[in-house]
């Protein structure tokens, strides 16, 4: 099958997945027991007051009606408006977006070249103490409870040793002073980010590195190794010009994949850090029912997802000639 | 060389990026830093249901009335004067002290006729029904107005007259915008509003959306340099900053290390040791008005013999609630209205199995049972009076009871009502009563207790209990037996709802408090529901401000924040 042939494909099934999740999604949220008013838990409120927001969210329609509004409303570009912040929900996710992809995306990128590193360097010493230690400091940091690595973080370098911020993307101080500039606005975020991005680092690293050591050790034992070192080239040379490049694809795939997944923001990052992206707004959205941010956040990141897919099988067959699906 | 050249270009970025910024940072000492859980989700008042929304429009929006921190009784803010009621025309007169909006325009009676038009105009739910009995609303000159009632409401002057006041100018061209919208009330709600018009004393400087909030004083504060209530107000902070923490570990550490001077946040017992220990923290334990309970669902047998739930409040031990699950920072219930609220509060109530041992109680429950008709092959206590391990009660038409189930909230959500129903369901089972603890997702569990009505019994709390008592004819008036309505045990009484109804239209203080007295002790005799407990408000602050003003409900109020000033 050409390439093309293949792209056709696979975008015709990423629709009719895409629909399945659309629809899925509205029955989760919609079939799950309580609504956004029933938690509104005010003795003050009377039924009256209830029905009268029922039916401003228009939770009062047939849930087929529901359903078919909310289909429309999405191939017309109408995400609907969210029930707490009374917005476009495209505003709000537009909003919180930048800042998750600035951390996810940078800590995704970061772990990856140190993993691909790491472990291109620790598979090349196999069988030695660097590479057991190695690889169980990387088995280590992959299974760490991240909320607690972040809490620990937190308490140590911005607590005790102090220097960096407890929590947030910005100092609001800082950006109220009217002498600080754009270097230094610019300085604070990198300043709040560092602690946020050592956790995800951590987190991440472990699992490229252990792909990486992996996929060199199955690269090293290739003919063509055999052939290089047949020819005469140095080792350096083997090993980061004709192994390390080969071994390396499996971590591409992962990082496309993770990157994908980092939109919805490691809710867990973001709350522990109070970090302004979309996980922290999908905690809130789905915890207080707001149906609207809570299915564009969703639908966001499924769209997210599937492209990743797409682009990665693409990136598989371009690649690699020998692949064919 | 490269490498050093590496190493050495890292090491600079990373010390410019950990000491940077910090060593910059901008200080102010008369702002006050107040730390909160959640960013606030709107500033449109008419839409505002999350708590920190409301908490920084209670800064900026103000109501005719307020509460009196010691009393609890209405006392006057943006009016002059307590309101005067005519039974004549059942209209209340308010008059309005001199006042401002942040603009430098006048407060008017015309603003309050707008407010409550704009209300019943839109119908905006969460106030609608608190402003529905009105008739009419009359300025009856710049600084009068006159509020016509349409049968006399005791509630008009201590649960309506405590709402918002907007300003005409602010909200009438934008309430005329939603009104040629499709859906107007829909329109008005999702108004994005970007500085709020208050006449209260802080106005919005500045909202950077989900990092921080900045306040600013409202140079036309109608209260500032005033003694109201016989306390001279300020504000005398320049500024206030709130600032969002995700979690609150975070938050203590930040209220610890001076990142913040309040949290304005209730704070959980396991804090508190680490709190206590540390000099610039100072730390207050206040009373709170709400109310945690076990209801049964009266509709079905055989919770619907009020001996049976008589001879569960006599097993429930209130007590070992306070002082093991919640550490002692909790008080115990004997009505469903609290203790605190003293003007309401009965006395005389039936007090089950206060004061009683474990064992007493089991013999006081099951002689309760016994004489109803109840019965076991193994009854809890044997004929010398010794308790024993009882089998399976049978009900008084001599069929076993069948195995029912208490709902709690999941012990992720609040471990405290988890441990609760855990509790109840051991000590139920002590005198054999088939009794099983369930926790379930608090959706759900709402939906089910409020909505269908499809259980046996549960365990829920109301954090923010009203101080007007109007919520025991809420809870237990037999109108409110509906799907969404707050009678969720499905209980009716009509003696308690003619005394319920007539509370309504007491304008008489006394005579309702005596009518609210007597509604109490229906319901505790009835026990639909088994009152529990009420934790304490647990709140912490730095001890570079002072002034804070303790009140039920903690020190999280207008009063503090008008007083609050910095340690000089």
């Known amino acids: 099958m050409s390439l093309q042939k293949l792209i056709i494909r696979r975008s015709l099934e990423i629709l009719v997945i895409f629909f399945v999740i659309l629809s899925g999604l509205f029955l989760l949220f919609h079939l799950a027991p309580g609504d956004p008013v029933s938690r509104m838990v005010d003795p003050t409120m009377t039924p009256e007051d209830a029905e009268l927001l029922v039916s401003q969210l228009g939770l009062d329609q047939p849930l087929w009606l529901q359903y078919v509004y909310y289909v429309k409303n999405f191939f017309t570009g109408n995400f609907g408006v969210s029930f707490h912040y009374g917005r476009p929900v495209v505003e709000v996710i537009g909003e919180r977006l930048p800042n998750t992809i600035l951390l996810f995306t940078s800590s995704v990128i970061l772990s990856a070249l140190a993993g691909i590193f790491w472990g291109k360097m620790v598979a090349w010493h196999k069988g030695k103490p660097v590479d057991t230690w190695v690889t169980i400091i990387s088995l280590v940091c992959h299974t760490l409870f991240l909320p607690w690595i972040a809490l620990l973080f937190i308490w140590i370098f911005a607590y005790k040793i102090g220097g960096f911020p407890l929590n947030g993307m910005i100092s609001p101080e800082l950006w109220m002073d009217p002498d600080s500039g754009i270097f230094l606005k610019t300085l604070d975020i990198m300043h709040h980010m560092l602690l946020p991005l050592l956790t995800l680092f951590i987190i991440h690293v472990g699992s490229y590195l252990l792909i990486m050591r992996s996929s060199m050790l199955e690269t090293l034992s290739e003919d063509y190794i055999l052939t290089a070192r047949a020819k005469g080239l140095n080792e350096k040379q083997i090993r980061n010009r004709h192994a390390g490049p080969n071994a390396s694809l499996p971590v591409v795939t992962s990082v496309g994949l993770s990157l994908a997944f980092s939109i919805n923001g490691g809710a867990l990052t973001e709350t522990v850090f109070t970090w302004p992206g979309i996980g922290r707004e999908l905690i809130f959205a789905v915890s207080n029912n707001d149906y609207p941010l809570a299915l564009a956040s969703f639908l966001f990141i499924s769209i997210v997802v599937l492209i990743a897919n797409l682009v990665v099988d693409v990136l598989y067959a371009f690649l690699d000639p020998r692949i064919r699906y | ?568």
């Not at chain 2, 309005?96 to 909006?101: I, N, Q, T, Y």
């Open chain 2, 1 to 568: 060389m490269r490498h050093q050249l590496y190493r050495a270009f890292f090491a600079a970025a990373f010390l410019l990026l950990w000491f940077g910024p910090g060593i910059s940072a901008w200080a102010q000492d008369s702002t006050l830093r107040i730390g909160i859980s959640e960013e606030p989700r709107t500033l449109n008042i008419w839409l505002a249901s999350d708590a920190n929304s409301r908490k920084v429009l209670s800064l900026i929006y103000q109501p005719l009335y307020n509460r009196d921190p010691e009393t609890l009784r209405i006392s006057p803010w943006l009016a002059e004067s307590l309101p005067e009621y005519d039974p004549e025309t059942v209209s209340y007169t308010v008059k309005l002290r001199p006042a401002k909006w942040a603009d430098g325009s006048d407060v008017t009676a015309d603003d309050v006729v707008f407010t409550v038009n704009l209300i019943q105009k839109f119908k905006v739910p969460r106030y609608y029904s608190k402003w529905s009995f009105v008739r009419e609303v009359k300025a009856v000159d710049k600084r009068t107005v006159r509020f016509f009632l349409k049968e006399p409401k005791a509630i008009f002057a201590t649960r309506t007259l405590i709402n918002y006041i907007v300003s005409r100018k602010e909200w009438e061209p934008l309430a005329k915008k939603a009104e040629t919208q499709e859906k107007p009330l829909t329109a008005l709600l999702n108004t994005k509003v970007d500085h709020p018009l208050g006449c209260g004393p802080f106005v919005l400087e500045e909202w950077r959306e989900g990092t921080s909030l900045y306040l600013k004083k409202n140079p036309h504060f109608f209260g500032q340099g005033q003694s109201i209530n016989q306390r001279k107000l300020g504000p005398h902070v320049d500024k206030i900053l709130f600032k969002i923490y995700g979690t609150a570990d975070v938050a203590i550490l930040g209220l610890k290390k001076g990142k913040i001077d309040f949290l304005w946040w209730a704070i959980q017992p396991g804090y508190l040791e680490g709190l206590k220990d540390d000099e610039k923290v100072k730390v207050f334990l206040s009373e709170k008005s709400a109310l945690y309970f076990m209801g049964y669902n009266v509709r079905k047998e055989p919770f619907s013999d009020p001996v049976l739930r008589r001879a569960t409040a006599t097993l429930i031990d209130n007590n070992f609630f306070v002082k093991r699950v919640l550490q002692g920072y909790a008080s115990r219930m004997d009505s469903i209205v609290p203790a605190e609220n003293s003007f309401w509060h009965a006395g005389n109530l039936p007090d089950y199995g206060q004061g009683l041992s474990r064992a007493e109680r089991i013999r006081k429950a099951s002689a309760l049972l016994r004489e109803k008709g109840y019965s076991w092959d193994t009854p809890p206590v044997d004929d010398s009076g010794e308790i024993q391990t009882p089998s399976s009660i049978r009900l008084p038409n001599g069929r076993p009871m069948q195995k029912f189930v208490i709902l709690t909230p999941p012990a992720d959500y609040d471990p405290n009502r988890a441990t609760c129903g855990l509790m109840i369901q051991e000590w139920l089972n002590g005198i054999g009563v088939p009794a099983i603890a369930r926790p379930m997702s608090f959706g759900a569990l709402l939906q089910t207790v409020k909505g269908n009505h499809e259980f046996d019994a549960f365990i829920l709390g109301y954090g923010r209990l009203s101080l007007d008592p109007d919520y025991l004819r809420s809870f237990f008036h037999s109108s409110n037996d509906k799907s969404r309505g707050w009678n969720m045990s499905g209980y009716r009484n009509p003696e308690f709802d003619r005394l319920a109804e007539a509370s309504v239209s007491a304008m008489d203080p006394d005579k309702r408090q005596d009518l609210i007295h007597k509604m109490q002790q229906i319901v505790m005799r009835d026990v639909p529901y088994i009152p529990l407990y009420k934790p304490q408000v647990i709140e912490a602050v730095s001890r570079q401000f002072t002034g804070w003003e303790q009140m039920v409900g903690g020190i999280g109020n207008i009063w503090s924040l008008c007083r609050v000033k910095p340690v000089d």
